[in-house]
């Protein structure tokens, strides 16, 4: 019995899913959030904020990608933090 | 040579037609900002910095050559990259008068590694066994693709004129052999993926339906693993980017870019860049304006994510599906051209299929 195209494509979109929130780990939410020191070229280092500006995508199965669902729970994440926090 | 022809007439100027001359423009200046508009003087480029009428000081360039020149809001960067060094870093033409670019060029391999780990000694003609049969599997491999094994076997002839040609390597040679090897070729100390240069190999689960049977939530639905998926940490790639030659020429604070050809001309938005557009300004902005203790300059790095199946061979179905991302802190131009090796390759997908066609049958 084979399966069916339609599973085949909910089979592919839920890999994407689980590979992408396996990309956007914990070390990423707290770079999102507060920022890394990098030094950069000139020798002074930098607070440095990680933002996703376009994802360009070619294949068919087309779906809202985790990252927006992750961006918003970041959202909330930065409305919640603590201002004294230290970073 | 005597000024004129022997009929008494001078000598005609030779010029090439004007659509052969190829007049190179001059290399855009580093921007310099123009200390008259500068309200009020930057003593902390980190302070907010406002006119009287508590707008956003507007600090702009020295208009280049072309009439462009660059606007920040709030405060200078404390860093600007020198793009244009040398004509290499505004074209690719072999061509190209002079000088080398800037910056050092990493190798292709590059990509895959982090700029963070060097790897070890070893054997350079890896898989092969010395520079002998290394020349020549790799003019096997590379040029037209209409070489045959029996000629390659008739090249050892040709090739043994090489300066470095040892005889002596070629006893037992066979091309067949030798491209067996490559194919079998598995490093185990230092593979592609290298767990050195930060490359993570794991399997990822992902629940899966059964023809005709039901659950009760997507929890007790049949989990599938799926194998072979390699994947670097994000932000390892990042910190690795910034560590590269090229992060020299990474602009830290967006800008808004304007060109008036003539002063009497109204100034007209330029929109070209990662970080000249609302976006990247919009978003240096708000993390700019936000109150923390860090005292640190605060950058955005801007993340252009791509993932494509690529095919890698003309005939037949060989592919790979990478996700790889672009730092948009460098200029398009530089990103752009292959030699820059600006793409960062985050993780390289598993093929499903056939594994799911297996899987689902099970059921």
């Known amino acids: ?87 | 040579m005597p000024e004129y022809l022997p009929s008494g007439h001078p000598y005609r100027t030779r010029r090439l037609p004007k659509c052969y001359r190829d007049e190179l423009p001059p290399i855009p200046l580093p921007p310099v900002i123009n200390a008259t508009e500068l309200t009020p003087p930057p003593t902390d480029v980190f302070t907010d910095a406002l006119n009287t009428n508590g707008l956003p000081a507007i600090f702009e360039t020295q208009p280049d050559d072309y009439g462009v020149y660059r606007q920040y809001s709030y405060s200078l960067p404390s860093y600007t990259p020198n793009e244009y060094a040398s004509f290499s870093d505004l074209c690719n033409s072999p061509n190209a008068l002079g000088n080398e670019s800037t910056t050092e060029k990493p190798g292709w391999l590059s990509a895959f590694t982090s700029s963070t780990h060097t790897t070890t000694e070893k054997n350079p003609f890896s898989p092969f066994l010395n520079a002998t049969t290394f020349r020549l599997m790799s003019w096997f491999g590379s040029g037209s693709n209409v070489k045959s094994i029996s000629e390659l076997d008739r090249l050892v002839k040709d090739v043994i004129l090489a300066d470095d040609f040892k005889k002596g390597d070629l006893d037992k040679f066979s091309a067949t052999r030798e491209a067996a090897r490559l194919d079998s070729y598995q490093d185990k100390e230092s593979p592609i993926f290298s767990p050195a240069d930060g490359w993570i190999e794991r399997s990822v689960q992902i629940p899966v339906p059964a023809e005709r049977v039901k659950h009760t939530s997507e929890e007790t639905a049949p989990v599938f693993e799926v194998p072979g998926l390699y994947h670097r940490s994000l932000v390892g790639v990042v910190k690795s980017a910034f560590q590269e030659p090229v992060a020299a020429k990474y602009h830290i604070a967006p800008f808004k870019e304007f060109w008036r050809p003539t002063k009497d001309d109204p100034p007209e938005r330029v929109y070209s860049k990662v970080y000249s557009g609302d976006t990247a300004i919009a978003e240096h902005e708000k993390i700019r304006s936000q109150p923390r203790p860090c005292t640190l300059e605060t950058v955005v790095a801007t993340i252009m994510l791509w993932s494509d199946s690529t095919q890698l061979a003309n005939f037949g179905t060989a592919s790979l599906w990478p996700i790889y991302l672009f730092i948009g802190n460098l200029s398009k131009y530089t990103r752009c051209k292959p030699t820059s090796f600006a793409a960062h390759h985050l993780a390289y997908i598993p093929k499903v299929c056939l594994h799911m066609m297996t899987l689902l049958t099970m059921f």
């Not at chain 1, 920022?35 to 280092?45: N, P, Y």
């Open chain 1, 1 to 87: 019995m084979a399966a069916s195209s339609a599973v085949l494509t909910h089979c592919r979109r839920q890999l994407m899913h689980a590979i992408w929130l396996l990309l956007l780990d914990e070390d990423f939410r707290n770079a999102y959030v507060y920022g890394i020191v990098l030094q950069f070229a000139d020798g002074i280092s930098r607070r440095v904020f990680l933002r996703f500006l376009t994802y360009a995508a070619d294949y068919p199965e087309k779906y809202v990608c985790p990252l927006f669902i992750l961006y918003c729970d970041l959202t909330d994440m930065i409305c919640k933090q603590d201002s004294h926090s230290v970073y």
